[in-house]
């Protein structure tokens, strides 16, 4: 299982627990997936398999493109993440600021979505400002969806939102 994953710098790194047995190698396995992605409207989605060469987009109808196998649950473990951050307390370290503020943004991330938006697409794509961040997740919140920032871009958002819903609220932010 994935306890910790980080995009930084140039690097990507996850750390895993391993657990030997055929039982728990089977449901590793059923944590793999695909993810499912419209350029056209932004629409993403999650998949266990892919039946089919050509996907269409349930909001939009256009041809969706897919990344995977990839791992879709949790890429954070919430409480390795707490022992962590009080293990980087207890230790001078030179980029400790750095550790914190990754391990924090984790400790959020770890209950959020597994797919993010990023802000200035959905910007580009309706000609509008790119908004501030914390606005647009406080706008979510408000609308009763789950909102948390992401530590692999500082303009990404999770967010159980549609692509629609994203795009309306950036519309309206941006208009206010």
């Given at each position: 299982r994935v306890i910790f994953s980080h995009s930084t710098d140039h690097y990507i790194r996850v750390y895993v627990q391993i657990a030997y047995g055929a039982q728990k190698a089977d449901a590793a396995v059923k944590s793999l997936g695909y993810v499912l992605h419209c350029f056209n409207c932004l629409h993403r989605e999650t998949a266990k398999s892919l039946f089919a060469k050509e996907i269409a987009c349930l909001e939009c109808g256009s041809k969706m493109d897919y990344a995977g196998p990839l791992?879709?649950?949790?890429?954070?473990?919430?409480?390795?993440?707490?022992l962590m951050a009080k293990e980087n307390m207890h230790r001078t370290l030179r980029n400790s600021g750095k550790i914190a503020k990754l391990l924090s943004l984790a400790k959020e991330e770890a209950e959020a979505p597994a797919?993010?938006?990023?802000?200035?697409?959905?910007?580009?794509?309706?000609?509008?400002?790119?908004?501030?961040?914390?606005?647009?997740?406080?706008?979510?919140?408000?609308?009763?969806?789950?909102?948390?920032s992401t530590h692999f871009n500082s303009r990404g958002i999770r967010t159980d939102a549609s692509a629609f819903a994203m795009q309306r609220l950036v519309r309206k932010i941006a208009i206010v």
């Open positions: 791992w879709l649950e949790k890429i954070f473990d919430k409480e390795f993440c707490e797919t993010y938006y990023v802000l200035d697409k959905i910007s580009d794509k309706l000609a509008l400002p790119v908004p501030a961040v914390n606005a647009v997740l406080q706008v979510l919140r408000e609308n009763g969806f789950q909102a948390f």
